[in-house]
Nanobody, 117 residues
Framework: QVQLVESGGGLVQPGGSLRLSCAAS????????MGWYRQAPGKERELVAR?????????NYADFVKGRFTISRDIVNNMVHLEMNSLKPEDTAVYYCDAVFDFKEYWGQGTLVTVSS
């Protein structure tokens, strides 16, 4: 069993920045991929960004965050971060950390990001 704990959410004004963190209870090098998803009220959960936790650390992003968000990995501390810049009101959502270990997918409890003036 793997636990994922997100942190870093909160209220921010449009144009502001936040950094989300996801701490894994197991070494992330034993995972295949980790990522961030989000779910806005009344909408389906959608992919934000993913990163390969081994090798080159290949990343991919949803089009709506390209150039604004950056996903990164911290292998020493078993964490994945999501740096979010130029935030927009439409980025308001619960952000979830996701990881695949041994072909099984795990989710965190989510952290709320609210972008509002």
């Amino acid at each position: 069993q793997v636990q994922l704990v997100e942190s870093g959410g909160g209220l921010v004004q449009p144009g502001g920045s936040l950094r989300l963190s996801c701490a894994a209870s197991r070494s992330i090098v034993s995972s295949t991929v980790m990522g961030w998803y989000r779910q806005a009220p009344g909408k389906e959960r959608e992919l934000v960004a993913r990163i390969a936790t081994g090798g080159s650390g290949y990343t991919n992003y949803a089009d709506f965050v390209k150039g604004r968000f950056t996903i990164s990995r911290d292998i020493v501390n078993n964490m994945v971060h999501l740096e979010m810049n130029s935030l927009k009101p439409e980025d308001t959502a619960v952000y979830y950390c996701d990881a695949v270990f041994d072909f099984k997918e795990y989710w965190g409890q989510g952290t709320l990001v609210t972008v509002s003036s």
